[in-house]
């Protein structure tokens, strides 16, 4: 037990900061609210227009693309039903009836993004996002970053390929994201829960708890629960007490003492 | 009451609170960052679809879709199992059609639902089992059903779900997946649905969880300068 003790203490030295931080990241990681830090509701659901009667057919629409087509989709984007276009060289988007490509610059994505917005303020800046950044660093590059002016900072991100809403970032989620740095003890990309340093780390914090858990048999006495188990004993006692000489009036006390002892 | 002796009763006290979840968060962290992510989501379990181009003569036009599919969204053209067909999305729901012909594929038979599941499979085991769930099981619970159930033969027991209505891989699990959700609840203290990280639970036992590890690095203080002097009066 002396050992547990000491190694307790020693492993508490070295992996309590992080037994702490994992502890605080955590917490915070539960009071903020999940749909708060997902920002699913700045985004609204794709609106409904009228399909084109007569897209572009097949033939023309691979003769304008000029390679072999890999996939296909028609569908809407805002205002417009258009072609998205995989080929081995990448994604175009196609207006669906003429075939013309829409380039989606800086004027586009923001069109597109206050389309989908659900809120009312107005845009505040939009960025072209080309190489990883925190915000951007699951989804495929590159994006434009339309940020609205609103408390939270809500901001848009909008594949700069193929015009589609990737995802939404808010200060909520930049605030959820600086404990689950922390948390996943990945400072640089936040991305990876996988790493040799965290997973030694929980094996040394495993061992913490456990020989902690383990210190709680030696560490309470019986005088630590007095508070809870003298009155009870008392209150047991006293019950004990009394129903001898209740019965001793009705049967007699030989009988309700073995009565007692049974 | 002298400080070490609080500092030491306050740890003790909310350890006897926390320890037990305590070990449970340790060891299922241990678990979520031992097996890599990749290896949970059994990435390795898919093939990856070849990409070779459609040819796109004798195909049903898009401006067909609308008669086939009325309150047509959006459509998808691609290839399932070699050939080309349309992944169609309307006001009433999805929809799979032969794009050759024209003709409607969905909702999916079971003997289609078994050939695109073998066909993404990345390895050789055969399949065990496949039937239709109209319920979702735990492990596919935010999928909306129905859906095709197919397990292999394999490590882990590999399985596949496969929509009925688009022929995709909706989702893949297998044994250590399922280990990650369960060690995940007790991770995040959701024993109920394995869903919700905001539980009162959690937001309790956390703040207790830093108090205890607050009040252990007060008790640390103390530990180790007591020690020193006691080395000193040997000496």
Known sequence: MFLIRWLHKWFGLVLGLQFLLWAASGAVMALLDHHQVSAEHAILPVARIEAPAQPLPLAALSETVGAPILKLQFKPLFDTYVYEVTTAAGVQVLEATRGTPIPI???????????????????????????????????????????????????????????????????????????????????????????????????????????????LFRSFRRGDFAWILDPWERLAARRRARRPTARAGAHGAPQSASEDAG | MRWPALARKTHKWLALLVAIQAVFWTLSGLYMTAVHIDIIHGDRLVKAPPSVPIDMTGLVEPAHLAHLAPGLLAARLE????????????????????????????????????????????????????????????????????????????AWRPTFYISPFTGELVSRRHDLWRTFDFVWMFHIMDYDDRQDVNNPLIRVFTWMAVATAATGGWLLIYSFRRKRRVRKAAA
């Open chain 2, 79 to 154: 290839r399932q199992l070699g050939e080309p067909v349309y992944v169609v999305e309307t006001e009433s729901g999805k929809a799979l059609f032969d794009a050759r012909t024209g003709a409607k594929l969905s909702p999916l038979t079971e003997a289609q639902a078994r050939a695109r599941a073998r066909a993404l499979f990345a390895e050789d085991g055969g399949i065990v089992s496949a039937e239709l769930l109209t319920k979702a099981p735990l492990e596919v619970q935010t999928r909306p059903m129905p859906l095709w159930r197919v397990e292999f033969e394999g």
């Open chain 1, 105 to 215: 610059d800086a004027a586009k994505a923001k069109a597109l993004a206050v389309a989908r917005y659900s809120g009312a303020e107005p845009v505040r800046s939009v960025e072209r996002v080309d190489r990883p950044t925190l915000e951007t660093r699951d989804l495929a590059l590159p994006v434009w970053r339309v940020e609205f002016s609103d408390k939270d900072r809500t901001t848009l991100l909008v594949s700069a390929t193929t015009g589609e809403v990737l995802g939404a970032k808010n200060d909520t989620w930049r605030l959820w994201d600086i404990a689950w740095m922390l948390h996943i003890m990945d400072y640089q990309e936040r991305q990876s829960f996988n790493h040799p340093l965290i997973v030694t780390v929980a094996v040394g914090a495993a061992w913490l708890a456990l020989s902690g858990l383990i210190l």
